[in-house]
């Protein structure tokens, strides 16, 4: 089993940065690729990017690509989002969640972080 705790959202202007953190913990051995998304009032999850752990190799939704930026620290067992250019609609609560291996689901997630970008 893998805990996840993410941290770094708030309130920030349109226009502005937050950075935000999940860090891992259980059996992170296990851990294959790791990923944020974000699910906004009354609409559905949805992703906003990924990470491989092993290769670095990232991957983003095209509503954040150019604005945000994955990365991970494996000493730390941590990734991180990097959102820059932030606009209203970015307003959700965003969960990290990992997955054990190729052609698997997302099978860990954590209790999210809230992210408000006032206009």
């Known amino acids: 089993q893998v805990q996840l705790v993410e941290s770094g959202g708030g309130l920030v202007q349109a226009g502005g940065s937050l950075r935000l953190s999940c860090a891992a913990s259980?059996?992170?051995?296990?851990?294959?690729?790791m990923a944020w998304f974000r699910q906004a009032p009354g609409k559905e999850r949805e992703f906003v990017a990924s990470i491989w752990l092993t290769e670095g190799i990232a991957n983003y939704a095209d509503y954040v690509k150019g604005r945000f930026t994955i990365s991970r620290d494996n000493a730390k067992r941590t990734v991180y989002l990097q959102m820059n250019s932030l606009k209203p609609e970015d307003t959700a609560v965003y969960y990290c969640a990992t997955k054990p291996g190729a052609g698997l689901g997302y099978d860990s997630w954590g209790q999210g972080t809230q992210v408000t970008v006032s206009s």
């Open positions: 259980g059996r992170t051995s296990s851990i294959y690729r």
